[in-house]
């Protein structure tokens, strides 16, 4: 398995345009985990998906970020609009859930998003 | 604020050198992970501790866990000079849908 596939790799944008990124988990993973990363505030669970249904979005920002899973091998994350403080890599993780265990927790290689 | 705490925040040692970095946390939980980042990549998995358990080995890493302290600490010996990374401690919160919560990390430095 080529693990789970984040792109871009980099992104860098104007302020106010409409960002896009992209995951696809592990095939036969049951869960995808969006997260945001930087310096002043660390690793950010932004929202999950089990079995392509959001199940905790808490951490989302604001109204400006949505995600979506339409099937089991895919999931986007947009900005509309950006803003230079949405500046972070996000992470992509996917894992095999069963109860409320997870197994093969595995994170993409991120997006690093650079909004000027 | 964080689940998950990391201590030190930065560690410099030299290359043969025992390396050891603890976590604590708040809350009750399934299970205990803890994560590397080399600079500019992505997290990947160390080793899982369940709540059950007290301790784990994989290869030049063992972590423990007190349930009761609510803390984690991860050993790496014999280090290498490509140990160099952050470590993450990562809980998963009992009845909290399987999330991970993340600490801030300890940056460790193995110097060859």
């Known amino acids: 398995d080529a693990g789970v596939i984040q792109s871009p790799r980099h992104e860098v944008t104007e302020m106010g345009q409409e960002v896009t990124l992209r995951c696809k988990p592990i095939s036969g993973h049951n869960s995808l985990f969006w997260y945001r990363q930087t310096m002043m505030r660390g690793l950010e669970l932004l929202i999950y998906f089990n079995n392509n249904v959001p199940i905790d979005d808490s951490g989302m920002p604001e109204d400006r970020f949505s995600a979506k899973m339409p099937n089991a091998s895919f999931s986007t994350l947009k900005i509309q609009p950006s803003e230079p403080r949405d500046s972070a890599v996000y992470f992509c993780a996917s894992s095999l859930r069963s109860g409320d265990l997870h197994y093969g927790y595995t994170f993409g290689s991120g997006t690093r998003l650079t909004v000027v | 604020s964080q689940q998950g705490e990391e201590d030190p925040q930065a560690l410099s040692i030299q290359e043969g050198e025992n390396a050891t970095m603890n976590c604590s946390y708040k809350?009750?939980?399934?299970?205990l992970q803890w994560y590397r980042q080399n600079s500019g990549r992505g997290l990947v998995h160390l080793i899982l501790?369940?709540?059950?358990?007290r301790e784990k080995h994989s290869g030049r890493l063992r972590v423990t866990l007190d349930t009761s302290k609510k803390s984690s600490s991860l050993l790496i010996t014999a280090s290498r000079a490509a140990d160099t990374a952050s470590y993450f401690c990562a809980t998963d919160p009992y009845n909290q849908g399987g999330k991970l919560i993340f600490g801030q990390g300890t940056e460790l430095s193995v110097k060859p």
């Open positions: 809350t009750s939980i399934n299970n």
């Open positions: 501790i369940r709540s059950n358990e």
